[in-house]
């Protein structure tokens, strides 16, 4: 089990926001590369970045502080990266300027076509992230709800070939409350790709309750608020989950 520090980036700075509000964005650090480089000493064994700007803007804008990332981590772990990624030519960028998958969230529901061809281009380094309320797909920033079913969207999407799904709780994220563990595991029952479930993980009994069910095919989860506040010490996350996965 993963447990991936995430790094959100607003302006240059490393953030997070409460429910995918930009307004509501509180800055971690105004260093990316540092705070990379600090989950990587602690033992981080991959790092998940978004690009918060781009996600609204529906292009990259925070590259200057995706590259710091890149090279303060040197290779070491791989990072995965989201947000504003609507085209083949920044794939192709990201990925030669050392990120190692990108995930593609909006674009993927809006556009399958672009995503089916990401695939065909890029195979195994192409992720999506799927981000639901009640089972239902969000998208633009969490702004707009679809009536697209997450479980369908995410099957018809492995036929694709995307290498794995980034799934958001949307209800949850930013809040401190929680995994929905439920909807996690239901998701990736219905699939044979991994999952990396998103949102809500709070304290260590989140991380036991994610191992408990890594073996329906949850490869890692991703933390942002929780390791920023301190209610989740990441080194000690890291710890248990390596602990548990070797039972």
């Known amino acids: 089990m993963l447990i991936i520090p995430a790094i959100d980036l607003k302006d240059g700075h490393c953030v997070r926001l409460k429910q995918g509000l930009m307004a509501e964005s509180t800055v971690f650090s105004e260093d990316p590369g540092a705070m990379a480089r600090h989950w990587v000493e602690l033992g981080g064994k991959r790092l998940h970045l978004v690009d918060l700007n781009g996600a609204f803007a529906g292009k990259p804008i925070n590259e200057a502080a995706i590259k710091a990332i890149v090279k303060s981590v040197g290779g070491d772990i791989p990072i995965q990266l989201g947000g504003g990624i609507r085209d083949l030519d920044t794939i192709e960028r990201y990925l030669d300027s050392g990120i190692d998958y990108v995930i593609i969230g909006t674009a993927a529901v809006k556009n399958p076509g672009f995503l089916h061809e990401a695939c065909d281009a890029f195979p195994g380094q192409v992720m999506v992230g799927l ?36 799934y958001t709780d949307i209800g949850r994220d930013g809040m401190l409350t929680g995994v929905n563990i439920e909807a996690t595991v239901a998701l990736a029952q219905a699939l044979t790709i991994p999952v990396i479930a998103s949102g809500g993980v709070t304290n260590l009994e989140d991380v036991r309750r994610l191992c408990a069910v890594a073996s329906e095919g949850i490869i890692g989860t991703i933390t942002g608020r929780a390791i920023y506040e301190g209610t989740l010490d990441f080194a000690e996350a890291q710890k248990l989950a390596d602990e548990l996965s070797a039972k």
């Not at 309320?133 to 997450?150: F, I, N, P, R, Y």
């Not at 070939?161 to 980034?166: Q, T």
């Open 131 to 166: 981000d639901a309320k009640e089972g239902k797909v969000a998208v633009d920033g969490w702004s707009k709800l679809t009536g697209h079913d997450v479980i369908d969207l995410a099957k018809k999407f492995e036929d694709y070939g995307v290498s794995s799904i980034v």
